[in-house]
């Protein structure tokens, strides 16, 4: 008994608009929250409709109080009740077919989760534009939480619209969904929705939709249900039927049970156990009545209202009536219930549920340790790990445990760290391990993680102790491997070559696939720091040439391949291999794993360095703008490559995401250094030298990366005009060439040697020098295919060599330069280029409608910041809308008021408007 929509016209309207808005292109998620009651399923049943209206295609899905026992089943529910058109689409998703029933799943080949969700956001994509509504967060798995998570994070340009209700009834402190919404509440493409109770007048409306009422009624229904739709319903339906109304909703809710006939209370009862939502024949087998007895229950329940039929089976028609039921029930009818249930179904997972509750422990210990297995072969480590636990606390109350679960303790136990590790729980996975007896296995597992988890002296010590525990080559290959990845930036790096060598030859006498691929992997990373780049090219051949069974590896050799060859320069090979590794990543579903995400940016590097700017540009549009996790905005660095070079609008709302994860190395290494050529191509070097200096700071003496940074770093000071931090500059860049981050010299590519040598040149220029043979030297370097650096090293020759007099030689280069820019739309590098060209007055250098820097005698930075004043901004202001410090405003406000020969910042402004500065 569901009347019309009433009183919710804002609520619904914020929803149209998130759905209208990923129809036309910009994804978004809308999570819905309110008591038990209050209307959420009937809000979002309305959206769906007009979604439908729209053409959009509908996906639903219903979490179950079962909570962890069931994996993705709001993710099943949508894709069984799915339209012929999705499901058809679904079927080219391999790992989605896995979760409906009567399929077998798939034996894990690693990454089954990342596999499933990349599964799911491609079959999002082939029948966009789509709603997919999840209901009752509240009860959803923790792989349900994870998935909700990554969708909100990962569709941005998308034609996808996701909405999830919840009651916030339940959410206590404690509640597992507390902390995903606090976080999903952040993201920008989230939209909350809160459902108040109705106010007096609204109820009033929508309890005359329901049928004829007296005022006298009218007045008692609204005052008791306080706001809730779903107690004036059922208030309604009791004053309809003549009865007394009781206090409490749960007490209205059984006075509409208890008219029953005692076989139907006896159905019913059978349907709260089974949950929200059970199956007709199931049903009546639990009922124990006969058929036609069973029927005419049936049949009279939902003539009430009290089931719904849905498929072959039935539902409650609110999760309350349901809850309200069971609660009813005595313990030993509840027992006996959950019993009969596990009598006759065959889901792992549901087994567990049943036995656990009608307290069948053997029964229970088996189911939970099948349930486990099965959640692992679905790709759902949390709840894997949850069945796992559920059954070690079992263990030792049954007796056979082992031969009930086909496994020993400590087998299960070492699953479930596994599990637990896989979900994202290091910490739960090392204590787990570190309870268990050392064999070599458990070992490697402990040492594996502690790497992960930065416990680089504890890592060594277990894998140590893998090494010498091994009892079986396979194992013994395992733990070297893992071995010679703990040791790679240690002191002890030197003992890696012979640990890789070893576990590469036990391996392969062994036949043990995953580690002889790690085991190549770790000597070519190895070879390759000792400048051996040619066996490194061939070892990550011949790890990358066949499948070693482990997902995860496969992807990583051919990331490492791919790198390999860029790095030195290989472009052509390096694009080859990028892409075999996308197309295996796209097939498996693993586009946005760790190494599937790799290998897409180092092929946006590929195109980027090679002059492909229009490809690498595309690519880069997939790049996530709204940024929430590390993940994300390392990936968005990257855009900025390009994006600052073509100075495209995008560059300064990026910079606005990115700035909150500046204190990741990796982030801010990119993203600050990029941000500093992006201040210096708008004539703003003090940001700029901020910027290197930050960035700098983070970096460890010798890594490869002060080189670039540090380049940028001494053009800013050329453009200042001063040599106060030259010489440490330099040194750094001539330290990381000899010494390297392990104090050896390490091996830099083409690229890395190219920027030593343009960081030479720049110092030399700060100097007040112009060597020319340095920045040939320098176009020679970058000429390995890096089509931006060369222009941008042929800009400085050409001014070296017109300040040592080659007048015809520097204009040949700087008309090389400006093909090149013009051919990439550089458009800061085209601007230089020109402003050059008329200063040193080259054909075709003046007159040719060109931007022009130094207009009324200000830089561009000083226009730009010139331009703020004139709308009114603070330094403050101006600071945060220009990516720079407040200090550096107002250098920059006293040299403009200086240039323009006024003394206040009115002044400034009308001086502008009279010299046509601010169009």
Known sequence: MNGLLVGRSAELARLVRVLQSAIEGTAGVALVGGDAGIGKTRLVSELVEQARERGVHVLVGQCAELGDALPYLPLADALRGAQPPVREAAAAHPMLGQLLPGTESAPSTGLTQQRLFGSLLGLLADVQPVLFVIEDLHWADRSTRDLLVFLSRMVQTEQVCVVGTYRTDDIHRRHPLRSVLAELKRLPTVTSVELGPLGTGDLSDYVATLGEVDARELGE????????????????????????????????????????????????????????????????????????????????????????????GYTFRHALLQEAVYTDLLPGERTRLHAAFARLLTSPAELAHHHLAGHDLPGALAACAAAGRLAERLGAPAEAHNHYDQALSLWDRVEGAEELTGESRMALAFRSAVMAADSGDNHRAVVQLRALPQTSEVSERLAYYLYESDDQPGAVAAAQHAVESAEDQAALA??????????????????????????LETARAAGAKDAEAGALIALASYLELQGDVDKAHDLLELASGESSGDLAMDLRA????????????????AAEMADEGIHMAFETGLKWSMYGTDLRFLRFLIHYVAGEWDQAETVAGGFPVRVGTIREATLSSFALFVEVGRDLPAVESRLGWLRPFWSDELVGYMSRGLAAEHALWHGDPAAALEH?????????????????????????????GTTEGADDLVERVRFAVERGPTGERGHLGPEG????????????????????????????????GFVYEVARARWRLAEALLATGDRAAAQEEWELAREAAGKLRAAPLESALLEFGRRARFGGGQGDGGPRQGDGGLTAREVEVLRLVAEGLTNREIAERLFIAQKTVSVHVSNILGKLEVSTRTQAAAAARQRGLLT
Not at 478 to 501: D, F, P
């Open 753 to 784: 040697i190219a920027w030593a040598l343009r960081a030479e040149a720049e110092w030399h220029r700060v100097h007040g020098r112009h060597d020319v043979e340095l920045w040939r030297k320098v176009v020679s370097a970058f000429d390995f």
């Open 692 to 720: 290197v200096r930050e960035v700098l700071a983070t970096l460890v003496r010798g890594d490869n990366g002060v080189v670039r940074v540090a380049a940028v770093g001494l053009w800013a000071l050329a453009e200042l």
């Open 558 to 573: 051919r990331f490492h391949h791919a790198r390999i060859h860029y790095e030195q320069g290989l472009l052509a090979a």
């Open 221 to 312: 229904i609204v005052t008791r249900a306080d706001g809730n739709p779903f107690y004036a319903e059922e208030l309604f339906a009791a004053v309809a039927e003549g009865d007394n109304l009781p206090d409490g909703l749960a007490s209205l809710l059984m006075s509409r049970v208890e008219v029953l006939p005692e076989p139907g209370q006896q159905v019913l009862r059978a349907a709260a156990v089974a949950g929200r939502r059970v199956e007709d024949e199931l049903l009546r087998e639990v009922s124990g009545l006969p058929l036609a007895e069973f029927e005419e229950a049936v049949r009279e329940i939902v003539s009430r209202g009290l089931l719904r039929v849905d498929g072959v």
């Open 478 to 503: 395992r733990a070297l491997a893992t071995h010679a990845r703990t040791l790679m930036w240690s002191s002890r790096h030197r003992e890696v070559e012979s640990l890789a060598t070893r576990a």
